[in-house]
């Protein structure tokens, strides 16, 4: 383990948890990555007047958001929390999205910066939020990217509320949005109520590297916004990637954030020089990540050992600059012919690679119900239950059993329910990614 950092910035360590050894002819390297920034929050607020963040909310004005009206209420409440959440010096704006994106503050294409004037102004601006009109949701991303393009600040982000499917618009069209959008800010999706489409948001948040969940009850969306708000004050550093690199020989098999959600990374690599890859981790507070790499490496004789990969945190650098190292970790191979060694199975490495499994299980699980497939329902949402009670993930299981009655959670023999809640089953879907942290002894 090594970590490196400036005095005045958070620190970054990285730790390997492993089995190094490999059998004869064995390949396939497997590790998790534990990455922790620490230190940063004296650093964010000193930072926070000299305008270190850009937010733009995107807030859903479509016709749908009037039925009922407590939609549009509890999105002018939840908007208005997240402009008070704001700390003074952050760069802001919030926009209304329909089958068009507008400005609602402070308008002419700019950002404010929030003090308590501004923060007055945005929320008498929100009063006269009203819906009506359809739903293109990368309208509403192109307008935030144009917004956030403007500043300078490390952190970019957005936030995204929305009630309904993405129907005044091509799904290429918003694929496409995401792909230019992807690296420039980070952003959280939400969906209020039921008539959204779960995919549709948890794929906005994957591929800005933010999260997603429902908020069933408007009610509840205050205190969601401003949670989220404060996560994105609590950030400190900006486009920190995990670059890995091999020796001659070693071919990387796939790269997945497994804490705190499920997050495969793989195809998102970009190359940093030889034998070198950069994979996209977004924005970073005092917080901790784990990620799983597998490798494969060339075979070796008995007693051979070598470094299979080189794991570090790096921050590009200006143009023509190397960029920073912050920390970085070493994953090893090593042959032996002792049983014991080679078939050893790392916690860490059967713990997340169970959780993997699991949110796999559970939307193949789901998908396979709506097909009116009973026994792959059965199936995949008893495998769920298993992995959920293996892993002591009780918020998993607690979701799982509003969607099927649990004969024996240790088996993993369960029975699909009858009726189940719109609410229930979406949140169960839109939460299947979140994992619970392997306890280390």
Known sequence: MANFAKPSAPRFSVEVYQNEFLPQGGRDVH????????????????AAAQGSAAVVIMVDCSGSMEYP????????????????????????????????AKEVYPGQGRLAVADPVTRAQAKEALRGLSSGGGTAIGTWL?????????????IRHGILLTDGRNEHEEPAVLRATLDACAGRFTCDARGVGTDWEVKEVTGIASALLGSADIVADPAHLAEDFT?????VMGKEVAD???RLWTPVGVEIQ???QV?????????????????????????WGDESREYHVCVRVPSAALGQEMLAARASLVLPGAAGEPAAVLAQGLVRAVWTDDLAASTA???????????????QAIQQGLEARKLGDVDGATAKLGRAVQLASVSGNADTARLLAKVVDVVDAVAGTVRLKAKVADADEMTLETRSTQTVRVKKT
Not at 227 to 231: A, K, L, Y
Not at 345 to 359: F, K
């Open 31 to 46: 590790a998790i990555v534990t990455v922790t920034s620490t230190g940063g929050a004296q650093a964010t607020r000193a």
């Open 69 to 100: 009206p407590d939609k549009m209420r509890g999105a002018r409440e939840a908007t208005a929390a997240a402009v008070d959440t704001l700390r003074d010096g952050t760069a802001f704006a919030v926009v209304a999205g329909t089958h068009v």
């Open 142 to 154: 192109r307008l935030a990217d144009g917004l956030l393009r403007q500043s300078s600040a490390p």
């Open 227 to 231: 949670r989220m708000m404060e996560n």
């Open 240 to 242: 920190v990637a995990l």
């Open 254 to 256: 796939y790269v997945k």
């Open 259 to 283: 804490a705190p959600t499920v997050q495969d990374l793989t195809g998102r690599r970009t190359e940093a020089g030889p034998r070198a890859g950069d994979y996209p981790t977004g924005s």
């Open 345 to 359: 199975i790392n916690p860490q490495v059967a713990h997340y690679t169970g959780q993997a499994e699991l949110a």
